[in-house]
């Protein structure tokens, strides 16, 4: 069952829209899935997994950019030390993304896996590369994007989604839709 999850937090009116686009091309694609036979369904992860890390991103990427940029508005919920560092480094990729979130425990996962979950969600977006130059994961694109791997990276898109809304909304009115989910929701 599809779930919707608010996007009050999000800084940037059209970002928000690029991941509702995004998430609508998921949802199709999910669709396609769902009605697919065991092989094709397959095919249908790797261009699942990587929007979904893609989104991902460009929520880190939009708190990050918020926390820089919303001197007015600020950042409720994050410590005046932290504003400070993020304000002081060039943090916009998402290996340097997910760096500063582990860093800070911006997502209060201290000592869960969820820091190193990202980061290998994104070595296993880099592999749309195809020749794989740097040998990461598993050589065949069959296995590196596994179904088990596409339902991480729902549940992280999801959990990055919940946590930003409960610890870093954007104060006032918002006027962002929420982001419509085409899987099952994995968290009350």
């Known amino acids: 069952m599809p779930v919707d999850r608010p996007s009050s937090f999000i800084g940037s009116f059209k970002l928000a829209d690029n991941v509702a686009h995004s998430l ?5 694609l999910w669709t396609f899935r769902e009605e697919a036979n065991p092989a094709r369904k ?5 261009p699942m997994i990587i929007l979904n890390v893609a989104i991902i991103e460009a929520l880190l990427y939009d708190l990050h950019k918020r926390v820089k940029w919303f001197t007015r508005e600020g950042v409720m919920g994050m410590p005046a030390n932290i504003i400070t560092y993020i304000r002081g480094k060039q943090i916009d990729k998402l290996e340097t993304l997910i760096a500063s979130c582990r860093k800070h425990d911006l997502f209060d996962e201290p000592g869960s ?5 990202l980061d290998l969600l994104r070595r296993i977006r880099n592999r749309v590369h195809l020749q794989n130059e740097k040998n990461d994961l598993e050589p065949d694109d069959a296995n590196a994007f596994s179904a088990e791997r596409l339902e991480l990276s729902e549940r992280a898109v999801e959990f990055v989604m919940m946590t930003l809304e409960a610890k ?3 104060p006032g009115n918002t006027y962002t839709q929420p982001f419509h989910l085409p899987w099952s929701t994995y968290f009350p």
């Open 42 to 46: 397959r095919y249908l992860q790797k």
């Open 24 to 28: 609508d091309v998921v949802r199709t």
């Open 113 to 117: 896996t969820f820091y190193d979950d």
């Open 168 to 170: 870093h909304p954007r």
